[in-house]
């Protein structure tokens, strides 16, 4: 029904920059929230930013200064603005947005994007 397409992903040095896209297709009648996760190997999946009904804006304390999060309401997008990487943030980098696709009083549902690799040597 939904379909996120990530994109951006890449491998770069330490203080480098990089931009991830998450692009949203499919009957979607509204989005409540979209987010960011990444997973580095051997470790949990964490949230790295999130926005919610575009009012509260969330970022992990480690990529806070450095990460932007923001979207395109118009066109289901998300991006991931991410300057001055570093080693660790090296993960498999995670889209998740909320949306409905059905009437108003319907069912929010979570979709995941595949993931896109983020790379930073040192």
């Known amino acids: 029904q939904v379909e996120l397409v990530e994109s951006g992903g890449g491998l770069v040095q330490a203080g480098a920059s990089l931009k991830l896209s998450c692009a949203a297709f499919g009957s979607i009648k509204g989005i409540s929230s979209v987010g960011w996760y990444r997973q580095a190997p051997g470790n949990q999946r964490e949230l790295v930013a999130s926005?919610?009904?575009?009012?509260?804006?969330t970022y992990a304390e480690s990529v806070k200064g450095r990460f932007t999060i923001s979207r395109d309401s118009a066109k289901n997008v998300v991006y991931l603005q991410m300057n001055n990487l570093k080693p660790e943030d090296t993960a498999i980098y995670y889209c998740?947005?909320?949306?409905?696709?059905?009437?108003?009083?319907?069912?929010?549902?979570?979709?995941w994007g595949q993931g896109t690799q983020v790379t930073v040597s040192s």
């Open positions: 926005i919610i009904r575009d009012e509260h804006i």
């Open positions: 998740k947005q909320r949306a409905r696709t059905g009437p108003a009083w319907g069912n929010w549902d979570d979709y």
